[in-house]
């Protein structure tokens, strides 16, 4: 790009330039936009992006260059499909493939790849399974590169159908996947990539319960991100080592490792993975006893998510919040606070396993809110003041504090009201507000 790049989102000067070599300064132009978009959170990059790849088009397509116009709709279906249209980018990469026809394997396989990626966000894992099975003699004669991106993206669709239909031969398929995945990468020198594989293929050991094997392909990964100087995904590594962990039982170690994760990515600033990391911790603390760290620390990585833009992180915080602690230890009004939030920032998600943990959230959370259990332990006089207490509560809240209008709220009058504050619920006493003295004078006797 060079003196042409004046930043994401702004149009290059191409005035001299021929109208070819101008477009192709468009299209490079629009997709670093678009990538700088996601990156960096850049608010209406991918609609600026979406601006100057059209151009583009454009003028590929007066020229009748057809490979570019494919590569310009490859680009435009990506700008749509990061925004979450994804109607729209599946029509467009369809487009794409139909304008490149049967020439440049290596193009269409690049195509297919992502048009898989939007039926995987789409929840439509099957027909994402049947888009790279179709596909694969379109791979067979390509690249080692781009053989290994195949086979990563078939092992993370099987995985995602073995977890949403627990299908144990799908997940050892997906183990197959991702072996394959990291042959080729190694084959074709891309070191960086088979460690992320050898990263993401340990969790599914763990998931069969084979987590020697999953600890000795983190180590692999280990290895090179150490050799690569790669501070950013070796923390990643030591995370996905920590969740295993988790998973194994061994808290102690878990929360050692988190710890150090934590402190890398706070040096880096790179708050989206921090969520994630501080839930770890987070579990790790509650399974350790250590409640009140765990719930804050819960708290912290639901507001990092949210502030960082990494609204799915901080959605399965909230849902692990509550699994980990909404049994017993948040109060009714943070339980519903948790879910209300989780329900909000997962609003989105086709993800069959998160779509069972919310369903299972909502079920605790009427367990609590709406069914008691008379077994040994039940008191009726405790379970009618707990009833007694949230109603009162919210009336309270609603009427911010006054108590009068807080008892018509409830059909008691003042003094009923009073008299539960000051004798049964005096914890709810501080919720009313500051009562100040007349400023009219008692008339001299």
Not at 262 to 291: K, N
Not at 354 to 360: E, K, S, V
Not at 387 to 397: Q, V
């Amino acid at each position: 790009m060079g003196d042409f790049w004046q930043g994401a989102g702004v149009r290059p000067d191409v005035e001299g330039l021929e109208a070819v070599t101008a477009a192709e300064v468009l299209l490079q132009s629009g997709s670093l936009t678009g990538w700088l978009g996601t990156s960096k959170r850049i608010e209406g990059a991918q609609d600026a992006a979406k601006d100057l790849i059209s151009e583009a088009l454009r003028t590929f397509e007066a020229h009748g260059l057809n490979e570019r116009v494919a590569e310009s709709q490859y680009e435009l279906g990506i700008c749509y499909w990061r925004s979450g249209a994804l109607d729209e980018a599946r029509v467009i990469l369809q487009e794409a493939l139909r304008r490149l026809g049967e020439g440049n394997p290596e193009q269409r396989a690049k195509i297919l790849i992502r048009s898989t990626l939007v039926e995987i966000s789409a929840g439509r894992y099957g027909e994402a399974l049947r888009i790279l099975k179709e596909a694969e003699p379109v791979f067979q004669n390509t690249s080692d590169a781009v053989k290994g991106r195949w086979h990563a993206q078939m092992a993370l669709v099987l995985r995602r159908l073995g977890t949403a239909e627990a299908r144990a031969d799908y997940l050892d398929r997906a183990v197959i996947e991702f072996t394959a995945a990291i042959y080729h990468f190694e084959q074709a020198g891309h070191q960086r990539y088979a460690a992320n594989n050898l990263n993401n293929i340990a969790p599914l050991f763990a998931k069969l319960g084979r987590f020697s094997e999953a600890h000795e392909h983190l180590d692999r990964a280990q290895m090179i991100f150490t050799k690569l100087r790669d501070p950013g995904n070796l923390a990643q590594v030591d995370e996905t080592r920590a969740r295993i962990l988790l998973s194994e039982k061994k808290y102690r170690e878990a929360a050692r490792i988190i710890a150090n994760v934590i402190q890398v990515l706070e040096r880096g600033g790179e708050f989206a993975l921090l969520s994630d990391a501080l839930a770890v911790q987070a579990t790790a603390e509650a399974r350790l006893g250590r409640h009140e760290d765990s719930l804050s620390t819960f708290w912290r990585a639901i507001e990092v998510g949210e502030q960082a833009g990494a609204l799915e992180s901080a959605g399965l915080a909230a849902l692990t919040l509550i699994e980990e602690h909404g049994a017993a230890r948040l109060s009714e009004e943070e339980l519903c606070e948790a879910y209300t939030r989780a329900d909000e920032l997962l609003k989105r998600t086709q993800d069959g396993e998160t779509i069972a943990r919310l369903l299972g959230c909502a079920r605790l959370i009427a367990r609590r809110l709406g069914v008691v259990r008379m077994d040994n332990g039940f008191r009726l006089p405790q379970e009618v003041r707990r009833y007694e207490a949230r109603f009162i509560r919210s009336a309270l809240k609603d009427a911010e504090g006054h108590i009068t209008h807080a008892a018509k709220r409830l059909g008691i009058n003042y003094q009923t009201l009073q008299s539960l504050l000051t004798k049964r619920h005096k914890g709810l006493v501080p919720t009313r507000p500051k009562r100040f003295k007349s400023i009219i004078k008692d008339p001299k006797k």
